[in-house]
Nanobody
Framework: QVQLVESGGGLVQVGGSLRLSCAAS????????MAWFRQAPGKEREIVAA????????TTADSVKGRFTISRDNAKNTVYLQMNSLKPEDTAAYYC?????????????????WGQGTQVTVSS
């Protein structure tokens, strides 16, 4: 079992920045692929970014490429999402997810563990 707790969300103006954190506890964090998803009201949940267990490979959605960066610190059992140049369409609940399989497998079958989410609101 892995427990995930997100933090860092809030209200920010267009063009601003936020850094989300996801603290993991339970099983060995460094064995898990990690990802950030988001879901806006009335829309389906979408993948934002993902990182392999080592942090060596990251994947970022086209909609946030060049603006968002995912990273992890296995010594601190934490994964981050640095969000820059925020836009109103980035407004959503952001969720951290973890899975012991590869990113591709986890995306195909669904990530195994989820946090409770943190709200990001970008005002224009």
């Amino acid at each position: 079992q892995v427990q995930l707790v997100e933090s860092g969300g809030g209200l920010v103006q267009v063009g601003g920045s936020l850094r989300l954190s996801c603290a993991a506890s339970g099983r060995t964090f460094s064995n898990y692929a990690m990802a950030w998803f988001r879901q806006a009201p009335g829309k389906e949940r979408e993948i934002v970014a993902a990182v392999t267990w080592s942090g060596g490979t990251t994947t970022t959605a086209d909609s946030v490429k060049g603006r968002f960066t995912i990273s992890r610190d296995n010594a601190k059992n934490t994964v981050y999402l640095q969000m820059n140049s925020l836009k109103p369409e980035d407004t959503a609940a952001y969720y951290c997810a973890a899975d012991p399989q590869t990113i591709a497998t986890a995306l195909r079958r669904g990530f195994l563990y989820w946090g409770q989410g943190t709200q990001v609101t970008v005002s224009s």
